[in-house]
């Protein structure tokens, strides 16, 4: 994701003012939200307890005596007071209220102040001591107000309460008004009851509020910084183990290279030794087996002949180490590719017919019988020279290793299916422990089973057969229990069809 990649290139300096800006940016939000909203709920909840207020003084307006009170002159009488005293009563027990008082609505929209609850002693009392001055109306005042009636005049048109959107101000304050209509007997509209709801208390609230939104943002962004500066860390952190990951690799790397060089220039010490070595090794195993037959052709039957022991050891050593020579050769040119794969379509059947051909003569001088069995299509995709030498290791090893005192088989066998083609060899030899048949194919190791007639081993064939299996694409193994012999596998892909 982008993101993240974003983020991976950052420095921890840069990382922490991302985290930063996100963290404290997305808490700002949240706690701006909830902000206003308590504002919003505060401010409904303040408009719907004033419109109440307004409603319960609606209420204990008595019609009938608001409507006598017709002349000025009625303010002192008996009738004005008990009109005014359940008003004046409500007021006392409210702190917050500030004005309570009736509007009689005349013609062309003119408006009397009837009753007002600042005309009572105990209500200004109560006003002085809350530290305001308020100023009472007189009957019938016309009453002239700041605030656009419009919206107040058509809401109590329809019979209902109206609070004011808009806080007011005056010389004496800051107020929120709401109004309720009165109406008579007869169902007609003749002013209304209106209460001025000091805005002080709101202003407490809202107080309230901007505090615990102070609150919660400062917690905001301790916590902005506490995950800024963990964020920072774990990058320094990531930073210092990549840096330290970065260096054992390249430390790796190093040796790595190191020893490839060094394996190369082992590898090619071992070639250049080996070629060095293969013809002088090959003139010396060549004229020793030459003196060999001259001095078995002259040798007196019966008499044992020291110069006669001597060459037959000069000779078999030197085959032996030519043969190793050969093998060193040979897997080292398959490794580094100086011997080149090249598959083409090849007819298994003249191939395996060579090899038993091929050592038939040193089977027999062991009482050996080769055989060769197959079964299928035996035509695949394969280098035949790389193959070849790998099944000739085969039947050379189970010559070596079957017993020559007694008549004995070795059966090379090709079996093919649709999907793989398996090349065998049974032979009738000691046969292998399963800790034999673990380090079989590898280079150089030798095996507890010897060959049976003083024949030499490289210890190289077999790693060779699976080096040529692997370069098809197959694999080797070796099926065998100790005293049973022993059957050794090619299993290679069936590819009839040239690719």
């Known amino acids: ?12 300096r840069a990382l922490a003012v991302v985290v930063f800006l996100v963290v404290f940016g997305g808490t700002g939000l949240v706690v701006g939200y909830f902000f206003n909203d308590a504002i919003r709920f505060r401010t409904a909840l303040m408009r719907s307890l004033v419109a109440s207020m307004c409603d319960d003084v609606a209420e204990m307006v008595d019609v009938e005596l608001h409507e006598s009170l017709v002349a000025p002159s009625q303010i002192a009488s008996d009738e004005y007071r008990r009109a005014l005293a359940p ?27 009837v009753l007002d609850t600042t005309q009572d002693p105990a209500v200004v009392q109560k006003e002085r001591q809350l530290g305001r001055d308020p100023k009472p109306s007189t009957l019938l005042e016309p009453y002239k107000t700041i605030q656009d009636q419009t919206a107040a005049r058509a809401a ?18 800051t107020f929120v008004e709401a109004r309720a209509p009165l109406f008579d007997r007869r169902g007609n509209r003749i002013g209304y009851a209106a209460v001025d709801f000091n805005a002080d208390l709101f202003e407490h609230y809202l107080n309230e509020i901007r505090l615990a939104g102070l609150v919660a943002t400062g917690l905001a962004l301790l916590l902005s ?22 260096a054992a690799e390249a430390a790796e790397r190093t040796q790595r290279s190191a020893a490839e060089k060094a394996n190369a220039a082992k590898s090619e010490l071992l070639a250049i030794a080996s070629h060095d070595l293969k013809n002088p090794l090959s003139a ?27 060459l037959e050891t000069i000779h078999g050593s030197a085959k032996h180490m030519s043969d190793i020579v050969r093998g060193i050769l040979f897997n080292e040119g398959v490794e580094s590719g100086g011997l080149p794969y090249q598959p083409v379509l090849v007819n298994l059947d003249p191939l395996c017919r060579e090899i038993i051909k091929f050592n038939t003569a040193a089977a027999t001088k062991k009482n050996i019988t080769l055989r060769f069995e197959a079964e299928g299509v035996l035509s695949g995709k394969f280098d035949p020279k790389l193959l070849r030498e790998a099944v000739d290791n085969y039947v050379s090893n189970a010559i070596k290793y079957s017993p020559a005192d007694r008549a004995t088989i070795v059966t090379l066998g090709v079996k093919a299916t649709a999907q ?15 800790e034999d048949q673990s380090k079989a194919f590898g280079k150089f190791k030798k095996l507890s089973a010897r060959p049976t007639a003083g024949e030499t081993s490289s210890g190289l064939g077999l790693s060779i057969v699976k080096t040529i299996a692997e370069l098809h694409g197959g694999t080797v193994g070796c099926d065998s229990q100790p005293g049973q012999g022993a059957c050794f596998w090619i299993k290679l892909q069936n590819k009839t069809v040239e690719s």
């Open 156 to 173: 109590m048109k329809e019979g209902k309460t109206y609070v004011f959107p808009e806080f007011y101000t005056d010389a004496y304050g």
């Open 225 to 246: 910084l506490a995950i800024t500066m963990a964020a920072a860390g774990m990058r320094r952190r990531t930073r210092e183990y990549q840096a330290q990951i970065e």
């Open 420 to 434: 793989n083609i398996v090349i065998s060899v049974q032979d009738q030899g000691p046969g292998l422990t399963p």
């Open 87 to 113: 008003l004046a009563h409500y007021h006392l027990r409210h702190q917050n209220l500030e004005y309570v008082f009736t509007v009689r609505e005349g013609k062309a929209g003119r408006e009397y102040i």
């Open 1 to 12: 994701m982008w993101i993240t990649k974003f983020l991976s290139r950052l420095s921890p």
């Open 284 to 310: 010396i195993a060549g004229i020793s087996g030459l003196m060999l037959q001259m001095k078995k052709a002259s040798a007196v039957p019966g008499k044992v002949s020291e110069d006669l022991e001597g």
